[in-house]
């Protein structure tokens, strides 16, 4: 068990809705990554956030957004949903933002019909 | 850009042999390199890293990887795999002096150990 908790585990939805992936680190990680997992792509970073602010932007399109709260847990927000982002949506986290290994959660799928 | 490859999709082994994957990397400055493994339906478990140091790095299950500098190559090795060890395997590299950039996963390799 990594301690990084993702709710919901499954998400099926339709094209156009919105949705919100939410994530609680592991205990006193104040990093939080957000990730996209697909067959074709393979592991897309999206975004990461330290201590609630934005710390690092990868690839996260404008429709997808995300934030971190004071008690560190984070939501990732995807709006307009469309077919290609059926996904698996992992979130990870860390102690600090350097150098320290991050400890995943086991995802949320994402299945746009 | 930092940039990660592993040139093998699939690699396959037989029970008790050794194993490698093999892993690339380029970075501007100095890498920190690391070692996920994924097993179906589950995020990804650190096995190892590197930060600085002895470049023979040992990690958990018994994991080890060699940094080797000149070839920009973090190969993950076990002296003799389980078929427990089949799964998908990615390696990791983040740029040691800029943090604005942030991890970047290779594609993942398959490892299947045969019994």
């Known amino acids: 068990d990594s301690g990084v908790t993702q709710t919901p585990k499954h998400l099926i939805t339709a094209t156009g809705q919105r949705v919100t992936l939410r994530c609680s680190p592991r205990s006193g990680d104040l990093s939080v990554y957000w990730y996209q997992q697909s067959l074709d792509q393979g592991l897309q970073f999206l975004i990461q956030?330290?201590?609630?602010?934005?710390?690092a932007k990868g690839n996260i399109l404008e429709r997808f957004s995300a934030q971190q709260f004071p008690d560190l847990h984070s939501e990732l927000n995807l709006s307009s949903l469309e077919l290609g982002d059926s996904a698996l949506y992992f979130c990870?986290?860390?102690?600090?933002?350097?150098?320290?290994?991050?400890?995943f959660g086991d995802g949320t799928r994402l299945s746009i019909l | 850009a930092q940039s990660v490859a592993q040139p093998e999709d699939q690699v396959n082994v037989a029970e008790g042999n050794p194993l490698t994957v093999k892993c690339t990397y380029s970075v501007s400055g100095n890498p920190y390199l690391f070692w996920y493994v994924q097993y179906p339906n589950r995020g990804l478990q650190f096995l190892l890293k590197y930060i600085t140091g002895d470049n023979l790095v040992k990690g958990s299950y018994g994991f080890e990887a060699e940094f080797n500098k000149s070839q920009t190559s973090f190969h993950l090795k076990k002296p003799s795999a389980l078929v427990s060890d089949s799964a998908l395997y990615f390696c990791a590299v983040r740029d040691m002096g800029n943090y604005g950039q942030n991890f970047v996963f290779g594609p993942g390799t398959r490892l299947s150990v045969l019994p």
């Open positions: 990870a986290s860390s102690l600090s933002a350097g150098s320290q290994p991050q400890h």
């Open positions: 956030y330290y201590n609630g602010e934005e710390r």
